[in-house]
Nanobody
Framework: QVQLVESGGGSVQVGGSLRLSCAASGYSYFSYCIAWFRQAPQKEREALAGIYNGGGITYYTDSVKGRFTISRDNGKKTVYLQMNSLKPEDTAMYHC???????????????WGQGTQVTVSS
């Protein structure tokens, strides 16, 4: 089993940056792909990026490519999402999730954090 806790969200102006962290606990952490999702009010949940234990990365949405970077520090059992050049449309609740495979389908992920809010204002 894996427990996930997100942090690093907040309010930022357009063009700013934030780094989200997803701290994991549990002995099975190393078995899982960790992915970031987001959900804005009245919008569907969106898969952003996932990273395998070995560091292989998949980006699921073109809207964040070149602006967001996912990384993983297995020594700290933490996955990061560096977000640069933020836009108002990036405003959402951001969640990390752990699953045995890396895919864009939320149902594939067994464990979820509570989320951290990101608000981008112009």
């Amino acid at each position: 089993q894996v427990q996930l806790v997100e942090s690093g969200g907040g309010s930022v102006q357009v063009g700013g940056s934030l780094r989200l962290s997803c701290a994991a606990s549990g002995y099975s952490y190393f078995s899982y792909c960790i992915a970031w999702f987001r959900q804005a009010p009245q919008k569907e949940r969106e898969a952003l990026a996932g990273i395998y234990n070995g560091g292989g990365i998949t980006y699921y949405t073109d809207s964040v490519k070149g602006r967001f970077t996912i990384s993983r520090d297995n020594g700290k059992k933490t996955v990061y999402l560096q977000m640069n050049s933020l836009k108002p449309e990036d405003t959402a609740m951001y969640h990390c999730a752990a699953g045995l495979g890396c895919g864009a389908t939320a149902e594939w992920y067994s464990y979820w954090g509570q989320g951290t809010q990101v608000t981008v204002s112009s």
